[in-house]
């Protein structure tokens, strides 16, 4: 079991009024990845938002800094929302992730390939959004 600091309570106390900005924030992030994945010649099996649960939020926060990780700011937290995309065939995994990739190039993304041998593949993008995008509604 992961001990909670005084700073992981502030942090989840800090994130509640903020949940539903994160969620519509995941929702316009995912409509614009469906807008560019509908342009390509890519057949997506599905694309999803979510914001952070708030109990997943406290496990991460309490469990980084056992790891010595210790968060300041929520900002700080990268994966407060999340878009997940999903397609038919491995192949067009790495076109998808290309095609997301010029969209967003401007934001430096982090791009971290995960594999499990029971399964799971995936390219993970922390994605960054430019200046031209942050001054978007």
Sequence with gaps: MIKENKKTEELCDEYLPKRQLYRSFSEVIKKIIGEV???GEIKIYSISGREKDPEKLKEKVARKAALGKEYKALEEIE?????RV???LES???QAGNLIYREFEGSQPDITNKYDPKGYRGTHFVLRLDEAREKLP
Excluded: I
Excluded at 79 to 83: C, I, N
């Design 79 to 83: 994966d407060m929302a999340g878009v």
């Design 92 to 94: 067009h995994r790495g």
């Design 37 to 39: 994945l509908d342009n």
């Design 86 to 88: 999903v397609t038919y």
